[in-house]
Each structure stands twice: as structure tokens, then as C-alpha cells.
């Protein structure tokens, strides 16, 4: 198969606080993984490359140091909200590039996010 | 710029109807087209193409790319409520694996 989790599943916060949000593939290995933002009734939107051991790279427009992302072993990527503010508040997807399988990524279940 | 255009943008048909969507993009460096499928969460993989002409199938579901023309279609006959959905369409760079999304279908199958 090729599963990925993401943990927690939904997450209601305070503005100002920090939200760390993982995605783990569970029976592969990702050298790569991404991260999507999703408002309502709309697309998926990327956000940044996470690959692993090095630097995660963003897309125009999203800010690094308000999006950290750590990439620090084959199944692991995790994504902090930084300081989130109520216009954070999104579903957040992530996937990871099985490359067992044609390089096809899958995806996580995602992650609500509520900032109040 | 990339770019992926789904049409229509929602359809809603009555269980029993056959439905085309379709996928039509402009992309440097194409590696692969492909078919999500997401109802509430994230989405789920239904197909990979990269190849013109070979239509893939899974149950009622069969896809079809032309790498001339562009575009791509994913069909469904014989729909059921269960596939009330939107479909996305991302089409995959050979550079780094970005997907590009399309903004989706909406299908609504009404019993």
C-alpha cells in the first residue's frame, strides 16, 4: 500500500500561538514531500518541497519563517504553523512521493486548522 | 505560466447517467497527468497517465490522455451516489514532481 498519516487531524488555536502539524508515509519511504493549502471550494494550493536532509523549498508568496518545515528522516515531514493568525486558518494537506510506485504521490487525510 | 483548466466546474446527473470531465492543461516539461478523486479529506489517487492513447480502468472509471491536443478525460458510467465528489486534475512537471492542480468538478449524483 502506500498510507500517509497526518496528525492531529483538526487543531483549534489561540492567535499567536504556534501549531505543529506532521505527515508521516507509513509503508514507504519519501525522499520528497509536499505541503497544500486548501480554502473552501477551492483547489489544492502548494506551498512548499520537502525534501529530506536539506531545506524545504517554498512556493511565491509563502513565507518561510511563518511556515517551517523539517524534513529530518524518510517518513517524516512536519509543517509548524508560526505566530498563526485567524487568515492561517485552512485545511492542510501534505503528500509524499512514493517512489516504489511511479513516483505517484499520495496524499495525507489533511488537517483543519482554526485560529481564533 | 501552468496551467490546468477542468471542465465543467460541477455537474450533477442522476444515478444511473454516464459523465465525462474533462482536464485540459499547458505545462513546460510534462511528465504525467492525473486523476484525484476527494469527497470531505484529502484526496485519493484514481489514475497516473503518461503515456497518449491508453486508456486506464478501474471498475466504472477509465481515463484517456492526448498529448497532442492536451487535454485529458476521465469517464464514469453507471454512477452511483457514492461518487458524488470533486475530481481533481494535476498535472506533474519532470523537475522536482510539483503538481499542478486544476480547480476541480464538482459531481453531484442524485438518486
Known amino acids: 500500500g502506500a498510507v500517509v498519516s497526518q496528525h492531529p487531524s483538526w487543531v483549534i488555536c489561540k492567535s499567536g500561538t504556534s501549531v505543529k502539524i506532521e505527515c508521516r508515509s507509513l509503508d514507504f519511504q519519501a525522499t520528497t514531500m509536499f505541503w497544500y493549502r486548501q480554502f473552501p471550494k477551492q483547489s489544492l494550493m502548494l506551498m512548499a518541497t520537502s525534501n529530506e536532509g536539506s531545506k524545504a523549498t517554498y512556493e511565491q508568496g509563502v513565507e518561510k519563517d511563518k511556515f517551517l518545515i523539517n524534513h529530518a528522516s524518510l517518513t517524516l515531514s512536519t509543517l509548524t504553523v508560526t505566530s498563526a493568525h485567524p487568515e492561517d486558518s485552512s485545511f492542510y494537506i501534505c503528500s509524499a512521493r512514493n517512489s516504489g510506485m511511479g513516483d505517484t504521490q499520495y496524499f495525507g487525510p489533511g488537517t483543519r486548522l482554526t485560529v481564533l | 505560466e501552468d496551467k490546468v483548466v477542468q471542465s465543467p466546474l460541477s455537474l450533477v446527473v442522476h444515478e444511473g447517467d454516464t459523465v465525462t470531465l474533462n482536464c485540459s492543461y499547458e505545462v513546460t516539461n510534462f511528465r504525467s497527468l492525473l486523476w484525484y478523486k476527494q469527497e470531505k479529506k484529502a484526496p485519493t489517487f484514481l489514475f497516473m497517465l503518461t503515456s497518449s492513447g491508453i486508456e486506464k480502468k478501474s471498475g466504472r472509471l477509465s481515463s484517456i490522455l492526448d498529448k497532442k491536443e492536451l487535454f485529458s478525460i476521465l469517464n464514469i458510467t453507471a454512477t452511483q451516489t457514492g461518487d458524488s465528489a470533486i475530481y481533481l486534475c494535476?498535472?506533474?512537471?519532470?523537475?522536482?514532481?510539483?503538481?499542478?492542480f486544476g480547480e476541480g468538478t464538482q459531481l453531484t449524483v442524485n438518486p
Open positions: 494535476a498535472v506533474e512537471k519532470t523537475s522536482g514532481s510539483r503538481l499542478t
